[in-house]
């Protein structure tokens, strides 16, 4: 049996019920009350009550006095554990807050998850405007540089966006085929590193590596998300090579023994 196929036999509905909640909690600080908990998920507010209940007890979930539930302290800890054991997130912590008082903008390290990119680490620029790219945020992987720098390394894309397929669009300069996003990630190759011209978010400019471990894989990137406003020419010749050059930092400290050519190209 596949891995896919034996997650799919031993899969709990309990469990992805329960997840689903969390889900939609984390996309609303503010939280949510029991009738927008059940118009988002579907789920009847009886059954809700029951997994709200558990999630509570496990201070997963906590229920203001406006009965508004969030996202609890429990979660904060998973959260943090995940943080301290991966191994990855703490390689980028040195070499991400580098760059990040290098240039004063917002350092980020992302990972792909299907179709989707979410940022699992972050240094934040002390200039405005605030950071775009929360922690636990998922992201369109075509619409990102730290999603093209990922994909144009990994061996199955053709699966994950077939042929002729379309792609969702988020603003004027998204890509909006597969094979608009197919020339991207042979351009990734070429160069060494990805950008996304407000495709994502309008005005919002990115840079992005991908990061190696040491079986010559793709786990992550690192991006440096700018302004458009502050981005020049000047500045974006800089950001290529420091974030290549701190790729390549990342993916030797991950037992990385090989590196793409191009990267020799961008640092030298």
Known sequence: MSRAGEARAYR?????????????????????????LAGRTGLPASSLLTILGSLREAEAVRLSSRKRYSLGVGMLRLGQAYSDGNELVESFRG????????????????VLTGTDVVYIARFSSSRPPP?????????AAHASAVGKAVLAWRPDVAALYPPGGGLQVFTSTTRRTVSELVGDLDEVRRLGYSESDAECIEALQCVSAAIFDHTGAVVGAIGISVPAPRMSAALRHGLRRSVVCSAAVLSRTLGATR???CYEAVTA
């Open 12 to 36: 709990s509905p309990a469990v992805g019920r329960a997840f689903a909640v969390l889900s939609e909690l984390s996309t609303e600080p503010s939280g949510l009350t029991l009738s927008e």
């Open 131 to 139: 950071s775009v790219t929360a922690l636990g945020r998922r992201v």
């Open 259 to 261: 590196l793409p050519d």
């Open 95 to 110: 070499e991400g807050l580098r760059i990040a008082r290098q240039f004063d903008e917002t350092v980020h390290l992302g």
